[in-house]
């Protein structure tokens, strides 16, 4: 069983009911019509592929059918947090990095389901910074 | 009303009086072929409550829930997944989703009732659909009952993870429908028309072991 937060049912949910949906935070440009075709073509087509912490666009597709987001780690596959759509993320790459350098590793709050689990993100991190 | 309102929306009653013959989603698989009777050794008993009015609002909910409270007498459930029930438990409103909830009505009132609401509603930015033809409510009754659906859903439907006044919307049977639990003794599932009869036969599979009977 593998369950996942929804912040709108606000309460784990069976990973069955989620569909991933890709990147999140993609901005439409603003005049797509003053756009190169360099611009709308990274817009349209290309997406990011990080290593380590990553943040993606989910539905709960048999649920409230709501997109929200999750900041996950594509090495461990730990959810870091989950939050609404139009909210900023409280855990990025930068925010782990920081923590690790002050040899201050905290629990990320955000995603019930990562008690304890951010502090393997953080390993997973500084691993690949070394 | 205003007249915007009124032209924007089709409003029109889907079930009129007699003349057209109606059928829920399980006339055929529950109604006119053969089903299992409820004996003694019944430890569940399956009933469909067929033919009740559906109505799904959308909008914001401080506007809904003073425009539902002037006309049903009770409010949106506060919470989500939560169900609100009138006094004598024949009206229910459930949480689908921030923006969405489900009101089961008495079959034939859901007509008057959506009328009523878009009067109440005004130009308030919102919608109704009447959804009665597209599925139908199922109830679960039994010792047994929660055993079968421990064997149909991976939602955890222990009592203390589902209360009384709890609904989701979830897996169930490798398909989807609505669980919720009106009151202590009663299961309520809302079924979509086109699953009906698979859910139907898997409940009465599920339940063969509970001697499970279908009340007409």
Not at chain 1, 30 to 37: N, V
Not at chain 1, 84 to 95: L, N
Not at chain 2, 50 to 64: D, T
């Amino acid at each position: 069983m593998f369950h996942i937060y929804c912040p709108y049912c606000e309460e784990l949910r069976e990973e069955e009911e989620f569909h991933p949906k890709g990147q999140a935070h993609i901005e439409r440009p603003k005049d797509p019509e003053a756009c190169s075709d360099e611009e709308w073509g990274d817009y349209l087509f290309f997406r990011d592929n990080p290593r380590g912490i990553h943040h993606e666009l989910w539905v709960h597709a048999v649920g409230c059918r709501k997109f929200f987001n999750i900041t996950r780690n594509t090495v461990t596959y730990d959810i870091l947090e989950t939050y609404k759509m139009g909210e900023q993320p409280r855990v990025t790459a930068e925010s782990l990095a920081s923590q690790q350098t002050q040899g201050n590793v905290q629990v990320a709050s955000g995603g019930q389901q990562t008690v304890g689990a951010s502090s393997a993100a953080a390993e997973a991190i500084k691993g690949e910074q070394a | 009303m205003s007249d915007s309102t009124a032209t924007r929306a089709n409003v029109y009653d889907v079930r009129p009086a007699s003349e057209v013959p109606a059928e829920s989603p399980l006339a055929w698989s529950c109604h006119t072929s053969g089903r299992p009777s409820v004996s003694a050794n019944s430890r569940v008993v399956l009933r469909e409550r067929a033919m009740l009015g559906h109505l799904i609002l959308r909008g914001g909910a401080i506007v809904l829930d003073e425009a539902v409270r002037g006309v049903l007498g009770f409010g949106l459930p506060a919470r989500p997944n939560a169900l609100s029930l009138s006094d004598d438990g024949e009206r229910s409103i459930q949480w689908l989703s921030p923006d969405e909830w489900l009101v089961i009505v008495p079959g034939g009132e859901e007509f008057a009732l959506e009328q009523r609401l878009r009067e109440a509603l005004g130009d308030a930015h919102y919608a109704i659909v009447n959804v009665g033809g597209g599925q139908t409510l199922l109830e679960l009754e039994g010792d047994k009952a929660r055993e079968l659906l421990m064997k149909s859903t991976p939602y955890d439907v222990h009592p203390d993870a589902f209360p009384v006044g709890k609904g989701v919307t979830t897996v169930f049977a490798k398909s989807s429908l609505i669980l919720r639990r009106p009151d202590e003794a009663r299961w309520e599932l809302v079924v979509r028309r086109s699953f009906a009869d698979y859910l139907y036969r898997w409940l009465l599979d599920a339940g063969a072991e509970y001697a499970i009977g279908v009340e007409q």
